[in-house]
């Protein structure tokens, strides 16, 4: 991939209005990121509705310097060490910056989500999780918050773990993470689909979270109230054709009503890392599954299934 | 029924060696009780391998008058009065001795198991199910033990409660629970396949378990353990074709291991009431399903899976 090219991308996925969907559109439709931009003036003119504003090239440059001052390095979606997982996305986020150690991208993952009130139980939980897991030699992908998130990150450090956040990726969030992120850094991968500097705003989240279950073969959903964004990662994962884990626990706590929820409508009920391992050994090395996919067994239903109680 | 059946009934019941699967041959060959006690040396002497030692009329006749003095009574499989749930079995057992409102047990019932240590959040939880269960109309049924029975038993008193105990109904069993007993036999039931005055023997329990989930439309497992007899009532209830419900809890506590295997088998994940009366609501006031028959819609898998992992 040409430096300009590479510029381009950059520029293409730095304008406004330009998500992953549109992006692959112009894509598909230009056949290159350069091509595309110098069409979208005439595009927006026409009046299609959307009103695309351009980053200029320099701006562009200043982001990919900045980032290689951090030691860091961008990564397109056509380029061969973009994550197999987000390839397999039907709209992959086009440019991915990332600090530490890109290589990690290339293991096979599991993500481990869950609450940032968790209990101490399910800290612990996720802690011996996250070191099973990383010991049988998954990277685990968590999205560095409070609770579940930063639990898992801990107990993954040692053989690598990948954090992606919802700003950039020289944004420590939430702040008390600052020593967790330091480490990360060194040990681990930060990755991000956000411009460098942008602080996490509440609809960066959502984005956050389908980069999480996209990288990931599953996500385990450790503790997850109702409408929580744990939720949103396991829904993520579903449309993504990825496996679904969730850690039951009891009624009485609403902290696990969603991942009760979960196993109630088809996640495999998980106790242990060998449950979310005897699930996901036949995947790995393999392709990526399509959402669509048959079950690969028909002992089991891998869909899930709507709530008995509909 | 005669008088003199019904002795024979309980005679033929109360033979060692008799057990409900053969009682119902020996009906079934002789078309009697009377009938099969006449027979019944004779077939012995044949030397089947079995010994079969009839108790002598007298000593049927003074249980039946000391139950009765208790206030008791007793009640044959071939009665109208006999428990619905229990004539759909196989091999029902032959007879049962009452004290407190056999009225009780023409009701829909369901039944609530679990550990006898159970934590203080699943007896908690026990207590909230059984009032809304018996608010709901159905009857509980449980065993009278530690734990679980017994939050179940007492939240579930004001509107009629089954207990269902290993030894015969006489005895108080365990000793701490006079209070309850006396309840039940006050506002509920205790029903009992055993002999009037026969303490509680391990050998028991698996009877008694049956009896509990033969009676119900379906099983409650709040907190089990591995081996536990809950899971033994849940399988009675699974060999029954009865609902099985199980309350999910962490990983990391021992007592939720047992239910939360159920779940991973197909029980029903339980976190209300509600859950419940949406499985049994469309059974309720039909026959009891035959353990072979389909699932009753297509979207539900009804019957109990082999675990994932295997």
């Known amino acids: 991939m040409q430096d300009s090219e590479r510029r381009a991308w950059l520029r293409l996925a730095r304008t406004e209005n330009v998500g992953p969907v549109t992006f692959r559109n112009l894509i598909?439709?230009?056949?290159?990121?350069t091509?595309?931009?110098?069409?979208?003036?005439?595009?927006?003119?026409?009046?299609?509705?959307?009103?695309?504003?351009?980053?200029?090239?320099?701006?562009?440059?200043?982001?990919?310097d900045a980032l290689a001052m951090l030691g860091g390095r961008m990564i397109a979606a056509c380029e061969p060490e973009y994550p197999r997982?987000?390839?397999?996305?039907?709209?992959?986020?086009?440019?991915?910056?990332?600090?530490?150690?890109?290589?990690?991208?290339?293991?096979?993952m599991i993500a481990i989500v869950g609450a940032r009130n968790a209990s101490a139980l399910a800290r612990k939980f996720a802690d011996m999780l996250a070191r099973e897991l990383g010991f049988a030699g998954l990277v685990v992908v968590s999205g560095m918050a409070r609770g579940i998130d930063s639990s898992a990150h801990e107990a993954a450090?040692?053989?690598?773990?990948?954090?992606?956040?919802?700003?950039?990726?020289?944004?420590?969030?939430?702040?008390?993470?600052?020593?967790?992120?330091?480490?990360?850094?060194?040990?681990?991968?930060?990755?991000?689909?956000?411009?460098?500097?942008?602080?996490?705003?509440?609809?960066?989240?959502?984005?956050?979270?389908?980069?999480?279950?996209?990288?990931?073969?599953?996500?385990?959903?450790?503790?997850?109230?109702e409408k929580s964004g744990s939720l949103i990662t396991a829904q993520c994962a579903l449309d993504q054709g990825r496996e679904i884990f969730a850690v039951p626990g009891s009624p009485l706590d609403p902290r696990a009503r969603g991942a009760n929820r979960l196993i109630r409508e088809g996640a495999t009920l998980t106790e242990s890392a060998e449950d979310i391992l005897s699930v996901l050994s036949p995947l790995l090395g393999g392709g990526f599954r399509e959402p669509e996919a048959p079950p690969l067994s028909a002992g089991r239903d891998r869909a899930l299934r709507p709530p008995a109680r509909q």
Do not use: C, W
């Not at 598909?28 to 990121?33: C, E, I, L, T």
């Not at 390839?87 to 150690?101: D, F, Q, Y």
């Open 28 to 33: 598909a439709r230009f056949g290159s990121a």
């Open 157 to 225: 450090l040692a053989v690598g773990t990948v954090a992606v956040v919802a700003g950039g990726v020289d944004i420590i969030y939430p702040p008390e993470n600052e020593k967790l992120y330091a480490a990360i850094k060194n040990q681990g991968v930060i990755v991000s689909e956000m411009r460098l500097g942008e602080a996490p705003q509440a609809r960066h989240f959502p984005r956050r979270n389908r980069i999480i279950s996209g990288l990931a073969r599953g996500v385990v959903v450790v503790e997850a109230a």
């Open 85 to 108: 997982g987000l390839k397999a996305l039907e709209a992959p986020p086009p440019i991915l910056s990332m600090l530490g150690h890109p290589h990690l991208l290339q293991k096979e």
């Open 35 to 64: 091509a595309a931009l110098e069409e979208l003036p005439r595009l927006a003119s026409r009046g299609g509705g959307k009103n695309f504003v351009l980053p200029d090239e320099t701006e562009a440059l200043r982001e990919l």
